[in-house]
């Protein structure tokens, strides 16, 4: 059983950096294509950033792109979401996903998934 499991949410001001990291275990983080969604209160879940298993090609929503990245940690089994200027806008549960398929921004694709981890912008 993949098991899924996010770290690194906290509380920053806005224009600050924040970096989240998602570790797999039961499973390797070259397997899966794994993507970053989030949910803001009062808000349905939406996609933020993707990366395929192999090539590691990466895909971001338009409100996160030029300010977010996603990399792949082979070694420490992780993935991470490296974010940036961040905005009151910004503040949600961050989970983290993975599929054995393609990257998706369609949150049913995806068949594991963590917790989850809250960010919070705020002055």
């Known amino acids: 059983q993949v098991k899924l499991e996010e770290s690194g949410g906290g509380m920053v001001q806005p224009g600050g950096s924040l970096s989240l990291s998602c570790r797999i275990s039961?499973?390797?983080?070259?397997?899966?294509?794994m993507g970053w969604f989030r949910r803001a209160p009062g808000m349905d879940r939406e996609f933020v950033a993707a990366v395929r298993r192999s090539g590691g090609v990466t895909h971001y929503a338009d409100s996160v792109k030029g300010r977010f990245g996603i990399f792949r940690g082979n070694v420490k089994n992780t993935v991470d979401l490296q974010m940036y200027i961040l905005t009151n806008e910004d503040t949600a549960v961050y989970y983290c996903a993975a599929t054995p398929g393609d990257p998706s921004s369609d949150a049913g694709k995806y068949e594991y998934w963590g917790q989850g981890t809250q960010v919070t912008v705020s002055s």
């Open positions: 039961e499973g390797t983080v070259i397997s899966y294509s």
